[in-house]
């Protein structure tokens, strides 16, 4: 049986062949998918979608420290429930160090997992489709970081 994600990839795929616009938002794809009744809410997806959005909202809440940085207050970690990886959200002020250990080693997982797809998708593009010189990247984050934490402090100082 086809998983979830596989059907998916399958209206948009349809959606293509249907000759409708490309690229598109996913926004368009499921309005055509909706229309031409090739997906229907079942209400665990309607659950899902409240989750889904709740789940962003706490992504989104931030707060700003003693020291005045705006930092996100709810952090989730994954863990095993009845077979299933479910995510549980606890807020840093008052969560247990344990929770944001995992919580932050987690993130830090998800960034490196992102980089290494990037990665790839980078070398397949410049070994396969790219035509001209191959397009460069560093994943050294560490003159980055430096740059954006003295943005922050002199956007803050000029604030005062």
């Known amino acids: 049986m086809p998983t979830q994600t ?5 209206i948009v795929q349809d959606y293509i062949n249907a000759g409708e616009a490309w690229p598109a938002s996913a926004h368009e ?3 055509w998918a909706v229309n031409n009744k090739r997906w229907q809410p079942q209400s665990s997806a309607i659950i899902n979608q409240c ?3 709740i789940a962003q909202a706490m992504r989104e809440e931030y707060i700003t420290d003693p020291q005045g940085r705006k930092v996100r207050a709810k952090h989730a970690i994954k863990m095993e429930r009845d077979g299933k990886q479910v995510g549980f959200w606890d807020d840093m002020r008052w969560a247990s160090r344990e929770h944001m250990g995992v919580a ?11 980089c290494r797809q990037l990665k ?10 790219n035509k001209e010189s ?7 984050f560490t003159h980055d970081l430096e740059e954006l934490e003295l943005g ?4 803050k100082l000029s604030v005062v």
């Open 104 to 114: 932050f080693q987690q993130r830090r997982q998800q960034v490196v997992g992102d």
């Open 29 to 31: 794809i499921a309005k």
């Open 6 to 10: 596989k059907l998916l990839q399958k």
């Open 51 to 53: 989750a889904d959005r």
């Open 152 to 155: 922050a402090r002199r956007s």
């Open 120 to 129: 790839t998708d980078l070398d397949s593009y410049n070994d396969n489709y």
């Open 134 to 140: 191959p397009i460069q990247m560093s994943f050294n």
